[in-house]
């Protein structure tokens, strides 16, 4: 910033940033009048707005200007000049950044409710970035800023971030994604999201130039069952996974651990897939008695397996048929 004077009057208005992030910064006046025919220069990515008794006087982007008054007509109207157009005048100057700023943070304050086809209701976090800038400083001016003497990229961050996490799960409810699709599907996200968020950053003056979506995560819940699928999918005898399933069930202290509803549904997938494998083999039509008493056996540990209520009772009638037409 600088402020040059003779005497009570400002010559030379400019800006020279050395914050990067800094949007706005009233220009330091010290009280005085701007001499008529004074400097004033805007860089590249900056701009100026005028302001007197409160009111916009004009505005001026990246150039040298001479700040004669008949050059700002709005003011010498608003000012009714007493001395004519040779008279210095009294305005608030304020200096806007209108470059990108770019990897601006938002993250969803709470998870998002999603209703998966495969786990039903889970909670899903996200993360990502985005990039803005000042499009239009008198409506930035007039609906944001207000008289703030200095604004930071922090504090716009904060308040726009709560804008973008409704949005995101309202289109994330409506493009009827599975949570293990999620990743794959990120590009699209940000595609969708990106249109329904701009209108609430416009009102502000400000343009979103990138959106982006960086993660989504998942609870320790859901992940746990994935890996226990995943573990279950490498067993292939039917005792294996009686003994697996005991094991999981028994905490530290060995006491018998609450089995959540999800845990339930990823042990009935498990179930679905083993029992198809190991249940369902192929057998001759006249079975021997060493094959009758392998299917009786595979009976027991069924029946225990329901018993231990990790299979649903249709499910349990369904592989037990299986097993009688096998006899």
């Known amino acids: 910033m600088n402020l040059s004077s003779s005497g009570p009057f400002i010559e030379i208005i400019e800006w020279i940033e ?8 009233k220009f330091p006046d010290q009280d005085k009048e701007i001499k008529n025919g004074a400097k004033l220069i805007v860089r590249e990515s900056q701009a100026t707005l005028f302001l007197n008794q409160g009111v916009f006087a004009d505005d001026f982007s990246a150039g040298t200007f001479s700040l004669a008054t008949e050059n700002i007509p709005i003011l010498s109207k608003l000012k009714g000049w007493k001395y004519g157009f040779q008279s210095p005048f009294k305005a608030d100057v304020y200096y806007f950044s209108t470059k990108d700023f770019v990897n601006l943070k938002w993250g969803t304050p709470a998870p998002v409710l999603l209703r998966d086809p495969q786990f039903g209701p889970i909670r899903i976090k996200a993360f990502g ?8 400083v008198r409506k930035f001016f007039s609906k944001y ?25 309202e289109v994330l409810a409506q493009a009827n994604i599975s949570a293990l699709d999620i990743a794959g599907n990120l590009t699209a996200l940000n595609q969708k999201i990106q249109p329904l968020i701009a209108p609430h950053f416009e009102q502000f003056g400000i343009d979103v130039t990138q959106f982006t979506i960086s993660s989504a995560t998942l609870p320790k819940e859901v992940n746990d069952n994935i890996d226990k699928i995943s573990s279950m999918n490498m067993i292939d005898d039917m005792n294996k996974f009686q003994q697996f399933n005991t094991s999981l069930a028994i905490g530290k202290d060995g006491n018998p651990m609450q089995q959540s509803v999800q845990d339930t549904a990823a042990l009935g997938l498990m179930m679905q897939g083993i029992t198809q494998q190991n ?34 009772d249709t499910e349990y009638q369904s592989k037990k048929a299986e097993l009688l037409d096998k006899l």
């Not at 703030?148 to 709560?162: A, G, K, N, S």
């Not at 392998?294 to 029946?303: A, G, H």
Request: proline share 7%; no cysteine; charged share 25%.
């Open 18 to 25: 050395q914050d990067p992030n800094l949007l706005m910064l």
């Open 129 to 136: 970035s985005y990039n803005i800038k000042i499009s239009d």
């Open 145 to 169: 800023a207000g008289t703030f003497p200095i604004l930071t990229v922090f504090e716009l961050e904060h308040q726009l971030r709560d804008f973008i996490a409704p949005i995101f799960a």
């Open 279 to 312: 249940i369902q083999q192929n057998t001759p039509q006249q079975p021997t008695q060493n094959q009758e008493e392998s299917v009786i056996d595979k009976l027991k540990k069924l029946k225990e397996i329901y018993d231990l209520g990790l299979i649903e």
